[in-house]
């Protein structure tokens, strides 16, 4: 049971970071950092590889990019 609630919170801990690290590389590249600038920059952060960086953004961009998730139809109206 204790092992059970551990790992829990341990889902919901490495879900708020991975949310506070894609609202670090929004606001970066909307004050005009390229991507890479922005990884680079994230990972010095909090301490983590520009891969371990790139593994959590790069899902994130694929859902931003995800219409059936987003909701907008862009250039297609």
Same mark, same amino acid.
């Given at each position: 049971? +204790? /092992?059970? &609630?551990?790992?829990?919170?341990?889902?919901?801990?490495?879900?708020?970071?991975?949310?506070?690290? *894609?609202?670090?590389? *929004?606001?970066? %590249?909307?004050?005009?950092? %390229?991507?890479? /600038?922005? &990884?680079?920059?994230?990972?010095? !952060?909090?301490?983590?590889?520009? !891969? !371990?960086?790139?593994?959590? &953004? /790069?899902?994130?961009?694929?859902?931003?990019?995800? &219409?059936?998730?987003?909701?907008? +139809?862009?250039?297609?109206?």
């Amino acid at each position: 049971m +204790l /092992q059970s &609630i551990h790992a829990q919170h341990t889902d919901i801990s490495m879900k708020m970071d991975t949310t506070l690290i *894609e609202m670090d590389y *929004e606001d970066y %590249t909307s004050d005009g950092m %390229t991507h890479n /600038q922005a &990884i680079g920059m994230i990972a010095k !952060e909090w301490e983590m590889t520009h !891969e !371990e960086v790139n593994n959590i &953004i /790069q899902p994130f961009l694929h859902k931003m990019n995800d &219409i059936d998730h987003t909701g907008d +139809l862009g250039d297609i109206i």
